[in-house]
T-cell receptor
Framework: ELKVEQNPLFLSMQEGKNYTIYCNYSTTSDRLYWYRQDPGKSLESLFVLLSNGAVKQEGRLMASLDTKARLSTLHITAAVHDLSATYFCAVEDEKLTFGTGTRLTIIP | KAGVTQTPRYLIKTRGQQVTLSCSPISGHRSVSWYQQTPGQGLQFLFEYFSETQRNKGNFPGRFSGRQFSNSRSEMNVSTLELGDSALYLC?????????????FGQGTRLTVV
């Protein structure tokens, strides 16, 4: 059974700082997604990573995928308050298997 | 292009009742998947329908069922509701379904069982 682990579960950081969220998974897959969820809302697609070594950037967020290490990272650069949300990674085989989520709080 | 539409947005039901949730996918998408989100269990896959056929199923009891119509709209039914069924139910549509295409999520239906 595919397992997806995210860490940390909770992250409180100051505006302007950098940090990384980690997503480890237990089986071979080269399709990984990152989503953002605001409280009470649905999932917003952030990145689709489709191959080993894939790197994608959007604004202050950058995601990468290492399929050999079964690891994806979501890096936040110079955090701003608007990035406060819960972030999920999801690995795709026949379905999406989600990580536990990282609740990110940006403190002014 | 319209997104994924789920109705209703909120529901309150009593234990033992049944409930039906609806999902209209993005036009042209043939795959619809359902997920349950709870604080304790996180996001869990329920089932996927493609061209009116259930193609994949998660580890949920038989009280949870679904179907898909010829226009790709999908319904999910939960019978004999339990308190633990209280959750946000999310529907996702994609053109072909995993493992080939990106899924887009609806706004969800918040079900509360009292």
């Amino acid at each position: 059974e595919l397992k997806v682990e995210q860490n940390p579960l909770f992250l409180s950081m100051q505006e302007g700082k950098n940090y990384t969220i980690y997503c480890n998974y237990s089986t071979t897959s080269d399709r990984l997604y990152w989503y953002r969820q605001d409280p009470g809302k649905s999932l917003e697609s952030l990145f689709v990573l489709l191959s080993n070594g894939a790197v994608k950037q959007e604004g202050r967020l950058m995601a990468s995928l290492d399929t050999k290490a079964r690891l994806s990272t979501l890096h936040i650069t110079a955090a701003v308050h608007d990035l406060s949300a819960t972030y999920f990674c999801a690995v795709e085989d026949e379905k999406l298997t989600f990580g536990t989520g990282t609740r990110l709080t940006i403190i002014p | 292009k319209a997104g994924v539409t789920q109705t209703p947005r909120y529901l309150i039901k009593t234990r033992g009742q049944q409930v039906t949730l609806s999902c209209s996918p993005i036009s042209g998408h043939r795959s619809v998947s359902w997920y349950q989100q709870t604080p304790g269990q996180g996001l869990q896959f329920l089932f996927e329908y493609f061209s009116e056929t259930q193609r994949n199923k998660g580890n949920f009891p038989g009280r949870f069922s679904g179907r898909q119509f010829s226009n790709s709209r999908s319904e999910m039914n939960v019978s004999t509701l339990e308190l633990g069924d209280s959750a946000l139910y999310l529907c996702a549509s994609s053109s072909q379904g995993a493992p080939n295409t990106e899924a887009f999520f609806g706004q969800g239906t918040r079900l509360t069982v009292v």
